[in-house]
Nanobody, 122 residues
Framework: QVQLVESGGGLVQAGGSLKLSCTASGRTFSTYAMGWFRQAPGKEREFVAAISWMGGSTYYGESVKGRFTISRDNAKNTVYLEMNSLKPEETAVYYC???????????????WGQGTQVTVSS
């Protein structure tokens, strides 16, 4: 069992930056691929980024490539999402996710966090 807790959400102006963190419980964090999703009001949950268990491979949704960076620190059981050049339409609840393989975490994660709100003002 893996429990995920996100933090770092908040209000930011368009064009600004924000860094989200997700801390996992359990001693097996380093064996899980990790990811981030987001869900805006009235829209489906959208894949944002994923990272392999050792951090050697990263994947991004098309709309965030070049602006968002996912990273992890296995010693701290934490995965990060650094977001730059944020746009108002990226206002959403951002969720952390975990899965035993990157293909799993990108499509059907096994574990979810409770989400953190990111609001981008225009």
């Amino acid at each position: 069992q893996v429990q995920l807790v996100e933090s770092g959400g908040g209000l930011v102006q368009a064009g600004g930056s924000l860094k989200l963190s997700c801390t996992a419980s359990g001693r097996t964090f380093s064996t899980y691929a990790m990811g981030w999703f987001r869900q805006a009001p009235g829209k489906e949950r959208e894949f944002v980024a994923a990272i392999s268990w050792m951090g050697g491979s990263t994947y991004y949704g098309e709309s965030v490539k070049g602006r968002f960076t996912i990273s992890r620190d296995n010693a701290k059981n934490t995965v990060y999402l650094e977001m730059n050049s944020l746009k108002p339409e990226e206002t959403a609840v951002y969720y952390c996710a975990a899965g035993l393989q990157t293909i799993v975490v990108r499509t059907r994660p096994e574990y979810w966090g409770q989400g953190t709100q990111v609001t981008v003002s225009s």
